[in-house]
């Protein structure tokens, strides 16, 4: 069965960096775009980036453009995202999520948090 597992949240200060993990499981990883998607407390869900299953196009919210990178090691299974100079409004829980051929999200993972904060 599908399974997205995701790792690397924590707490960092404003201006820090991490670096989130998405491990993929149960599917050819490399025929399938893939997206980062949050959610901050109390909040909906935003979207936040997208890349092709080949990791050639990317595509970015206007909030993270610049700050995040969105890429994938399609010989490990494994989407990515890189975070820097990161702002408290990117405290949010982060789902990893696996698109259809058509473009649905069709499998999330079950998140990890991060948190911005002095």
């Known amino acids: 069965q599908v399974q997205l597992v995701e790792s690397g949240g924590g707490l960092v200060q404003p201006g820090g960096s991490l670096r989130l993990s998405c491990a993929a499981s149960g599917f050819t990883f490399s025929r399938h775009a893939m997206t980062w998607v949050r959610q901050a407390p109390g909040k909906g869900l935003e979207w936040v980036s997208d890349i092709n299953s080949g990791g050639e196009d990317t595509d970015y919210a206007y909030s993270v453009k610049g700050r995040l990178t969105i890429f994938r090691d399609n010989a490990k299974n494994t989407l990515y995202l890189e975070m820097n100079s990161l702002k408290p409004e990117d405290t949010a829980m982060y789902y990893c999520?696996?698109?259809?051929?058509?473009?649905?999200?069709?499998?999330w993972g079950q998140g990890t948090q991060v948190t911005v904060s002095s």
């Open positions: 999520v696996k698109r259809s051929t058509g473009g649905d999200f069709d499998y």
